[in-house]
């Protein structure tokens, strides 16, 4: 089964600043993403020799996900703070996590240029290991606000329930 069936009258590439990104089965998208870092897995190389072989042959050893950076405009809306708090609560001046709100299913979707879906990724098992609420403050800048959050993950697949639709 081909999970990325052929546009046959597609041939441009698709744009990489349409997307959307959802925390696990939210119907809505996060409020205002406006940069996500690469999706990137990498594999370690194990090297190894056979008796009487002068070549050294490759194996596939353990696979490693690159954790991924959300970035935003500071709005009023509190999914980034809450997410990030879950692994970090202050209860009564000690740390504790919230293990129930710690971990989420990250959906990404890439749009077309009308808007539509037409290709998604599932992030799993997803936690934020750093948080930027604000960026630095200057009276003398014209820049937007930025926070961001730096999600550690164990894997990502394409989403099979998006599909390209039929472009019209």
């Given at each position: 089964?081909?999970?990325?069936p052929?546009?046959v009258?597609?041939f441009?590439?698709?744009?990489?600043y349409?997307?959307?990104v959802?925390f696990?089965?939210n119907?809505?998208?996060?409020a205002?993403v406006s940069?996500?870092t690469a999706?990137?897995?990498s594999?370690?190389?194990i090297?190894y020799?056979?008796?009487?072989?002068?070549?050294i042959?490759?194996?596939?050893?353990r696979?490693?996900y690159?954790?991924?950076?959300l970035?935003?405009?500071?709005t009023q809306d509190?999914?980034f703070?809450k997410?990030a708090?879950?692994?970090?609560v202050?209860?009564?001046?000690?740390?504790?996590?919230?293990l129930?709100?710690?971990?989420?299913e990250?959906?990404?979707?890439?749009?077309?240029?009308?808007?539509a879906?037409?290709r998604?990724?599932?992030?799993h098992r997803?936690?934020v290991?750093?948080?930027q609420?604000?960026?630095?403050l200057?009276a003398?800048?014209?820049a937007v606000a930025l926070?961001?959050i730096?999600?550690?993950n164990e894997?990502?697949e394409?989403?099979?329930?998006?599909?390209?639709?039929a472009e019209t």
């Amino acid at each position: 089964m081909n999970i990325f069936p052929a546009n046959v009258n597609r041939f441009d590439p698709y744009k990489s600043y349409r997307f959307l990104v959802y925390f696990g089965e939210n119907q809505e998208a996060v409020a205002a993403v406006s940069k996500v870092t690469a999706l990137k897995r990498s594999s370690d190389v194990i090297d190894y020799k056979e008796g009487g072989n002068n070549i050294i042959l490759k194996g596939l050893g353990r696979t490693k996900y690159e954790p991924i950076t959300l970035e935003r405009g500071v709005t009023q809306d509190n999914e980034f703070l809450k997410w990030a708090d879950a692994a970090q609560v202050l209860d009564k001046g000690s740390p504790s996590a919230s293990l129930k709100n710690l971990r989420k299913e990250l959906r990404i979707h890439l749009l077309n240029e009308q808007g539509a879906p037409v290709r998604g990724y599932i992030v799993h098992r997803c936690w934020v290991s750093e948080f930027q609420a604000l960026p630095d403050l200057d009276a003398g800048a014209t820049a937007v606000a930025l926070e961001h959050i730096k999600v550690e993950n164990e894997g990502w697949e394409v989403d099979p329930k998006v599909v390209e639709p039929a472009e019209t």
